[in-house]
């Protein structure tokens, strides 16, 4: 790794290490590896919003052109938001892309990305189901994304109605995650998430 | 990031102690002349039109990384090569000059005061004199203005009848006449 990689990203862990946000519990890094090319984050989900309560944790992939390139992160705890795959975790934020700064350190890319969570972008989405229903039904994705933390990111509100649907599911032998995502699309519309669920068997059989 | 930005800011007390402002333990201080991109304290260093604080290898790299939309990595400010301004400390005259090192770093511009007698002699001082070289197409010109070559004429005589024909003979005996004449001049 070039040297003022990982220069950098040493003053950097330093600085998040001692920052105030660390101190309220709001944001975290850890490293992965000796060499500072790979690193953990974490972020606590911001009040008032469905995340609330829930820790999300990051995967951060320091390039060798860092910091004249943008990291390379991505969300490992599954979450529901339009500019988050709900599949891959990959982020679209434009800090993180072509509107990158090379002054902007790790400690403001986490809390960016904290900011991302309570203002969502609908009109430029990564996950274009989420979009969708953010946009058509912004109840029905504050329930979605609220169960979403509690069973991915420890978050406090069980829902009890939504778990129960997924049980019913996993009864005809779906998996937890496959039956919450399909239930998730069709905004917990049992009868056309099985349907879904089913149908995308039957042609799988079909074609094998 | 505003408070890096405060940070980045030089103080004009301050700005004399070049190189040697950080110990290590010194934080405090040291900080306040720490580059924006590598964080470390500034090497070579220039300012922004903006204000903001860097190594110019860093700098430059970071120029080179985004060729068409140059902006200050702090505050997105447009900025420019031309416009940034280094900074020399007291006592770094003894070190290498920074711009014998690769990248150059863009000198600093000043401009002379203008001097008090501005006489500059009939306009002929440094670049008075103006020279210029051309060919002329003289006889060309001269025939398409005396013969009407390539004008529709006034009264052009309906085919068949004897001033068509006329004409016809006129302006066959003309391009000849013409054609002498340039072969006159070539051969001549």
Known sequence: MANIAAQRIKREFKEVIKSEEVAKCAIKVELVNDNY????????????TPYEGGNFVLEIRVPETYPFNPPKVRFITKIWHPNISSVTGAICLDILKDQWAAAMTLRTVLL??????????????????????????????????????NVYAGGPHVNTEFNEKIKRLQDMGVDDHQARVALSSYNWDLERAT???????LTLVIFV | MSEKSENAKVHPSESGSGSG?????????????????????????????????????????????????????????????????PLYGRGST???????????????????????SAFSGFGLGENGFHMSF??????????????????????????GTPQHMEEQFLSKLFLWLALLFLAWLIFA
């Open chain 2, 94 to 116: 003894n070190q290498q000059d920074p711009r014998e090192k690769l990248p150059p770093r863009p000198s600093g511009q000043r401009t002379e005061p203008e001097p008090g």
């Open chain 2, 134 to 159: 051309g060919i002329g197409v003289f006889p060309f010109g001269f025939f398409t203005s005396m013969f009407n070559f390539g004008e529709l004429r006034p009264s052009a005589a309906p085919r």
């Open chain 1, 37 to 48: 090319t790979e690193l953990k984050g974490e972020i606590a989900g911001p009040p008032d």
């Open chain 1, 112 to 149: 960016s990305l904290q900011a991302l969570l309570s203002a969502a972008e609908p009109d430029d989405p990564q996950d274009a189901v989420v979009a969708k229903q953010f946009k058509e039904n912004i109840d029905m994705f504050q329930m979605t994304a609220r169960h979403w933390t």
């Open chain 1, 195 to 201: 349907e879904q669920l089913f149908t995308a068997r």
């Open chain 2, 21 to 85: 402002a950080t110990d290590g333990e010194d934080k405090k201080d040291g900080s306040t002349f720490e580059c924006n991109i590598c964080l470390d304290t500034a090497r070579d260093a220039v300012v922004s039109m903006c204000g903001h604080l860097f190594c110019w290898p860093c700098l430059h790299q970071w120029l080179e990384t985004k060729p068409n939309n140059q902006v200050c990595p702090v505050c997105k400010a447009v900025i420019n090569k031309d416009k940034v301004v």
